[in-house]
């Protein structure tokens, strides 16, 4: 609460920054034959950046690394006795600490030592905030004060903006790149330590998937069979029966609302379609698990044909019906994006609307189709929820829809479900099946931009 009520006075004091420097602008050519360089809002963002980014930075800073701080004083502050107990030890009763300090439920009763720290340890924080809102201040106030100064007609307030926020957009930018490499640098050293364990070659082209592998040296376990085929082989099922009932309903519906549908029509459909892409996935998984097996279920029974309860039939139905919108979306934009002129050159040399649409719409846009329907696959192999409630856990490596199945997404959430050890070769399969998992829809992402991009041109 205090680090929000110490964020919401520094943007309240970069708001007084933004209008003392636009009317400091104001200021300095009233009166004199002379024009400012920038408007004069541009002023006042220069004032307002040199105010409150700095002493941003300085308070993300603290809040990141205030409890290290508060923490290690207080460990170096305690008796003699607990600083020599372990680190597993010393950590249980830090914990102790700060949860009496935050008012949370304590492990144990809390013994004087542990009442005596947490004083101590409200009071590190309470000074160490006090002392990190004056220097915050000090730091705006600074800012303000220079920036203040500088402010005169020919100054180029709107160089000196538009050069921070490109630094900014380069900063944003760098960032979102080092998570990107630091995800994928983590799935690789785990999943480098899980093929230690394991031949790489048994994971990829391995038939039989049962992780269960003794956690301790004296327990008495299976070795594991890590064959990664029935996990991909259901992903791929699920991925394709989901597409079968996304491709042709998304790119149909497509097609009538960028070609058929008036305006009045399509402002109503076309939202009401995109009301499936903002439901939670949980809630089609609790429809496929309720209602759409069961139907499949008893409907299999009415023609004697034994449908499963969890089949890979009701995950990729109702899979599909979800990333309807997605399909339908790019489509209606691939299709909308072709030329009038193309539609009506065909027109005018008699053909039909139906022809058009047929033999120069769609050529047209298939490259932004096929790219659409490429990344919707992409969204469906990389679906859980639906997957955990309609089709089950049981990795069994079989082509029939209407058996149970499982995913590569499934198979990492149970795996890392509860308390595991990382040094086992059943929790470090879950980083080695991210990592085929990264490089595969990563693959299909890379040839939907390649087929837009090589086949765009032909139609511009």
């Given amino acids: 609460m205090q680090n929000l009520l110490l964020i919401v006075a520094l943007l309240v004091f970069t708001s007084i920054a933004f209008r003392l420097g636009r009317a400091r602008a104001l200021q300095s050519v009233s009166g004199v034959q002379q024009a400012l360089h920038s408007r004069p809002h541009y002023y006042g963002v220069y004032v307002a950046i040199w105010c409150g980014v700095p002493a941003l930075i300085l308070a993300l800073l603290w809040f990141g690394f205030e409890r290290q701080v508060t923490e290690a004083i207080l460990v170096a502050s305690l008796p003699e006795n607990l600083r020599a107990l372990p680190i597993e030890r010393l950590g249980l009763i830090l914990n102790d600490i700060r949860n009496t300090a935050d008012g949370n439920i304590t492990s144990t009763s809390p013994d004087p030592v542990v009442a005596s720290a947490t004083e101590q340890l409200l009071s590190l924080r309470h000074i160490a905030f006090s002392a990190v809102a004056v220097v915050i201040a000090a730091v705006s106030m600074i800012g303000l004060i220079l920036s203040y100064r500088r402010i005169a007609p020919r100054m180029r307030a709107r160089n000196s903006v538009e050069t921070a926020l490109r630094a900014f957009l380069v900063v944003s930018s760098t960032f979102a790149i080092l998570t990107t490499v630091g995800i994928v640098l983590s799935l690789i050293f785990e999943s480098i330590r899980f093929f230690e364990k394991v031949p790489a070659l048994d994971f990829i082209f391995g038939l039989e998937w049962s992780p269960q592998t003794a956690l301790r040296k004296d327990q008495v376990g299976s070795s594991g069979l890590f064959g990664a085929v029935p996990l991909f082989t259901g992903t791929l099922l699920i991925s394709f029966i989901a597409m079968c009932v996304a491709a042709p309903i998304g790119l149909l519906s497509a097609i009538y609302m960028a070609e058929y549908a008036p305006r009045r029509i399509r402002n109503i459909v076309k939202p009401l379609l995109e009301i499936l892409a903002g439901i939670p996935t949980v809630v089609y998984g609790f429809f496929a698990a309720l209602t759409v097996a069961p139907l499949f279920r008893n409907a299999g029974e009415t023609f004697g044909v034994d449908i499963s309860s969890e089949s890979a039939l009701a995950a990729g139905v109702v899979m599909g019906v979800m990333i309807i919108p997605l399909v339908s979306s790019l489509s209606d934009d691939a299709i909308t994006a ?30 932004g189709i096929i790219g659409g329907m490429l990344l919707a696959v992409s969204r469906a192999i990389g679906e859980t929820m639906i997957v955990v409630m309609a089709a089950g856990l049981a990795a069994n490596l079989t082509a029939n829809p209407f058996e149970a199945v499982t995913t590569v997404t499934v198979q990492i959430v149970t795996l890392l479900v509860g308390d595991q050890e990382f040094d086992s070769a059943k929790t470090l399969a879950a980083f080695a099946l991210g990592l085929m998992l990264f490089f595969v829809t990563l693959g299909l992402n890379a040839i939907a931009l390649w087929v837009v991009n090589k086949y765009r041109e032909q139609y511009e």
Avoid: D, N, Q, Y
């Fill in 338 to 367: 072709v030329p009038r002129a193309m539609r009506e050159g065909s027109f005018g040399l008699g053909a039909t609307r139906s022809e058009t649409i047929k033999r120069v719409v769609i050529p047209a846009a298939l490259p």
